[in-house]
């Protein structure tokens, strides 16, 4: 009886370490750099496709072979075709790709990505410079990586799809993507007021947001201001003295303040906040502005 137990428990423990082995090997397995993988072809592709901000365009492609089943990251570049050759969505040479990312793949697409995609591929910065192109064949590609949980890119694991599909009758509209921007208002700029009419005079008085921090709510400007008593605030759009004003307090008055070396930081408050950063006796120069909404911070430089 004892031969027969042990001869049991020999066994189980061979069946524990060959279990353990295939979990190790499962939990870590050998990545394989993939050489290809394919974009199917949508029954879409002849329709006439109106993008807008409600409906997305639907995309499939095959898993790159990674040597398993591998959680990927799959990313879609968009361009337009002309003459048979892809202008792709980049930036300094590089691929752009759209925002949302993937982890399955099948892909609903907003069409609001795809629109700002081919309006920033036409050139258009501003919204007000929008022309509409009509129908045109609009390309795709898939980008497959396998990333760390830090969001890295494994080496080796990166890839486009071998091949594109294209939608022949698609068209964008006007979803430019513009820096927003916020006012100066002061004696610099003469207090006209800041209403729809200054729009012109204000035009020059902005400070904006960086290209790239779209939607940051942070601003910079650099303004060359005269010498004398420099008195300011900021306003979010041009509605009149009172709904849209910022500054260092709620009350309509000016707040002594000085620059320590060349720089000035201080807080902003943003809820019709009329008080007035005052600096007596400024020498006049280059100021550098930057205004920070979200940490209610703003740091004033003199270049």
Same mark, same amino acid.
């Given at each position: 009886m #004892? #031969?027969?137990?042990?001869?049991?428990? +020999?066994?189980l423990?061979?069946f524990?370490?060959?279990?353990?082995?295939? %979990?190790? =090997?499962?939990?870590?397995p050998?990545?394989?750099s *993939?050489?290809?993988f394919s974009?199917n072809? !949508? *029954? +879409?592709?002849d329709?006439?496709? &109106?993008?807008?901000?409600?409906?997305?365009?639907?995309?499939?492609? !095959?898993q790159?072979?990674?040597?398993? =089943?591998?959680f990927?990251?799959y &990313?879609?570049?968009?361009?337009l075709? $002309?003459?048979?050759?892809?202008t792709w969505?980049?930036?300094?040479?590089?691929p752009?790709?759209?925002a949302s %990312?993937?982890t399955?793949? =099948?892909?609903?697409?907003?069409?609001? /990505?795809?629109?700002?995609?081919l309006?920033?591929?036409?050139?258009f $910065?501003y919204? /007000?410079?929008?022309?509409?192109?009509?129908?045109?064949e609009?390309?795709?590609r898939?980008? !497959?990586s396998?990333? %760390?949980s830090?969001?890295?890119?494994?080496?080796?694991?990166g890839?486009?799809s071998?091949?594109?599909?294209?939608?022949?009758?698609?068209?964008?509209? =006007?979803?430019v993507?513009? *820096?927003?921007?916020?006012?100066?208002?002061?004696?610099?700029t003469?207090?006209?007021t *800041?209403?729809? @009419?200054n729009t /012109?005079?204000?035009?020059t008085?902005r400070l904006?947001?960086?290209?790239?921090e779209? @939607?940051?709510?942070?601003?910079?400007?650099?303004?060359?201001?005269?010498?004398?008593?420099? &008195?300011?605030?900021?306003?979010?759009a041009?509605t009149?003295?009172?709904?849209?004003?910022?500054g260092?307090q709620v009350?309509?008055?000016?707040?002594?303040?000085?620059?320590s @070396?060349s720089?000035?930081e201080g807080?902003i +408050?943003?809820?019709?906040?009329?008080?007035t950063?005052?600096?007596?006796g400024f020498?006049?120069?280059?100021?550098? +502005?930057?205004?920070d909404?979200?940490q $209610?911070k703003v740091?004033? /430089?003199?270049?």
């Amino acid at each position: 009886m #004892k #031969k027969i137990l042990s001869l049991a428990l +020999m066994i189980l423990g061979g069946f524990a370490m060959l279990t353990s082995c295939s %979990t190790d =090997n499962d939990s870590n397995p050998t990545i394989k750099s *993939p050489t290809k993988f394919s974009i199917n072809a !949508s *029954p +879409m592709a002849d329709q006439y496709i &109106q993008l807008s901000q409600d409906n997305n365009v639907n995309l499939t492609w !095959s898993q790159p072979d990674y040597g398993y =089943n591998a959680f990927a990251t799959y &990313q879609i570049q968009v361009g337009l075709v $002309k003459d048979g050759q892809v202008t792709w969505f980049e930036k300094d040479g590089k691929p752009k790709f759209l925002a949302s %990312t993937y982890t399955v793949c =099948n892909a609903n697409i907003s069409g609001e /990505e795809i629109s700002e995609a081919l309006c920033a591929i036409d050139g258009f $910065k501003y919204a /007000e410079d929008y022309v509409s192109q009509g129908f045109r064949e609009v390309a795709f590609r898939v980008y !497959s990586s396998i990333n %760390t949980s830090m969001k890295a890119e494994v080496a080796g694991t990166g890839i486009l799809s071998d091949n594109y599909v294209t939608f022949k009758h698609m068209a964008a509209y =006007n979803a430019v993507k513009s *820096p927003g921007y916020i006012y100066l208002v002061g004696n610099c700029t003469d207090w006209q007021t *800041p209403n729809a @009419g200054n729009t /012109e005079h204000y035009s020059t008085w902005r400070l904006f947001e960086k290209d790239d921090e779209i @939607g940051s709510k942070v601003y910079y400007g650099t303004f060359d201001l005269p010498a004398g008593d420099l &008195q300011f605030r900021f306003y979010k759009a041009l509605t009149g003295w009172d709904a849209d004003s910022m500054g260092p307090q709620v009350d309509d008055s000016g707040v002594p303040s000085e620059f320590s @070396g060349s720089v000035f930081e201080g807080s902003i +408050m943003i809820d019709k906040a009329k008080g007035t950063w005052l600096f007596s006796g400024f020498a006049g120069g280059t100021v550098e +502005m930057k205004v920070d909404l979200n940490q $209610k911070k703003v740091k004033f /430089e003199i270049k």
